[in-house]
């Protein structure tokens, strides 16, 4: 290298600049003390001379390589720009190394330590103002990294004028760059301990472009709530004894080319028709494939762009709430996809993602599995779960895949897994992964709930943390949803074979805090729908559906009924296309979605169906062992004293003058006959009204003579 000009840097800061590898540039670029004086250096690749115009005063740059300029001036110049000449074309440029650092020793210290609830505040992109000064910070963590530039459309997506400073051990990569804004398009390029440049769209991407494009974008959100009194309302309110029916949704495909803004009203008006308390979203997260309906995340902290905007999801959100319906979102922890664009061996090595694949892959779904003993990445997680509550108003959060996570063999075979340092199978890194995220929800946001798609027989996943439990409000009841389905598959004649599939759920029903699923994954992969698996032709297949519906209306738990469960969708779901809108204007499917809502208008007014809902005293056998007949018989209690009789038989004939014993003799109403002819049944009911008379039977001191209508249910409250 031949001699360098006075105030040029060291040779070797030289070379580090210029391949992107210094771990910090602002040590060396922008104004420094020099002597009596000051020394100024601009990294502006591809500018053929460069001026500093202070408030008096011009200095022109010298050429140290090409790319870097440096002067040495009689004194600090204040505030400053660069006028550099572009071949001709001279721009004005603030000096993104004039700036301190964004990222605090606090944060950086709690960002260690894995307790920075907050992290969204810290990491991503954010729009910032310093007087007259506008820009945008960037911080990422990328610890093992050489190097890191941000690239964008702002500099043509060559980030060599954009060098980022690594913030000592904290692993955190930092620059505010001044004069772009929100909506600029950026990645970050990573100079990985391989030697090897990567682009990566940032893991705390608050937006992104829409799919197929990858790019991470600045969003800055400026949206105004109106919310306040459904949050008031919700902290109060203790949802295990309260109504919670909840429709899940898949945005996409509900009514395809509608936006989160056109859903906000559209759902919202649904919603409130057919009754249902919730929606449930699948994961709204960005992801790159959509055939993946979700659960291929690759921007955790993005609403997706399919839909809209940030602040869009905000109001779908906002307007729903404004409704009186709340909104839980399905979240995806358990794995991520292997990408080279987004988590995937982000800075080129296993970051996010467990180093040994015995432990940080997922055979089934070809993906990585979170490292959930370290820190960083535990925070990563449980503050992205913060964010969704707290930055877009959410209820709640569904889980997803949990005993994925709590079993270190989960899909394995022998040989194929390491054991814990106990020498079991049990995932001890996820197990208190999932006991801070639930205890840090429930502490920030009371009134939520945290739901878990867990399929095993862990032990305590919906108990509090502090009794040892995983701290879940709620869990999927994956085994009424398999026996139910199973057993209503069955031809009525055969059913009386497999009467221990429709009561076996009473067994367990109190082990946990339950919720009843018919989910999406009950009509997909050539499981065909709800209305496809029962036996017969269309009037007993909507009979079967209104049957469904109605016995898991006044089963304990809540209920979650997957789009088009409601109106008996007939073919498979598929997220290629809409429901099938059409078949309501057919009576046996427009009269299942009648059902559904007065079900749910009944139950929402029916404290025996909800106040004592996970507690064994909230339900009474009737009979439960009439397999000949087909037909179960129970009582709901509430903590007010209330009762609801439920009747269901499941056979293909009706049963005339069939007695049922009851708590109390006098009038009891029927509230709900699901083979009322509104619905398009065939009429078989008591005419709105029973008499139970003062004579014992099934245990119960009076008992009425009912007529049970052919695959139908009956709700009795007394006058």
Known sequence: MSELPEGAPAPADIDRLLAGSHHDPHSVLGVHGHGDGAVVRALLPQARSVTLVAADHKYELTRVVDGLFCAVLPRHPGDYRFEADFGGHVVELDDPY??????????????????????????????????AVHGVSFAVWAPTARGVRVIGDFNGWDGRAHLMRSLGSSGVWEIFIPGIEAGTCYK???LGADGHWRE??????????KPPKTASVVADSHYEWGDDDWLAERAETNWTDAPMSIYEVHLGSWRQGLGYRELAEELADYVRETGFTHVELLPVAEHPFGGSWGYQVTSYYAPTARFGSPDDFRFFVDRLHQRGIGVLVDWVPAHFPKDSWALARFDGTPLYEHADPRRGEQPDWGTYVFDFGRNEVRNFLVANALYWLEEFHLDGLRVDAVASMLYLDYSRPEGQWVPNEYGGRENIDAVRFLQELNATVYKRHPGTVM????STAWPGVSRPTHLGGLGFGFKWNMGWMHDTLQYLGHDPVHRSYHHNELTFSLVYAWSENFVLPLSHDEVVHGKGSLWGRMPGDGWNKAAGVRSLLAFMW???????LFMGGEFGQEQEWSQERSLDWHLLDQPLHGGIRQLLSELNAVYRRSPALFTADTRPEGF????????????????????????????????GMPHHDYR?????????????NTDAEVYGGSGVGNYGMVEAVARPWHGMPASAVLQLPPAGVLWLVPE
């Open 98 to 131: 004039r700036y301190l650092p964004t990222v605090g020793e606090l944060d950086r210290h709690l960002i260690g330590e894995g307790r920075h609830e907050r992290l969204w505040d810290v990491l991503g992109a954010h729009v910032r103002r310093y007087g």
């Open 188 to 190: 970050y390029r990573i």
């Open 200 to 209: 990566k769209a940032d893991p705390l991407a608050f937006a992104t472009e």
């Open 451 to 454: 739901v878990a798609e867990e």
């Open 554 to 560: 006044a089963h304990p738990g809540k209920q979650l």
């Open 620 to 651: 009474q056998w009737i009979d439960a062992n009439d397999a000949y007949g087909n037909v179960v018989s129970f009582l709901r209690h509430g903590d007010d004293g209330s009762k609801l009789a439920c009747i269901a038989n499941f056979a």
């Open 660 to 672: 049922v014993g009851l708590p109390s003799a006098g009038r009891w109403r029927e509230v709900v």
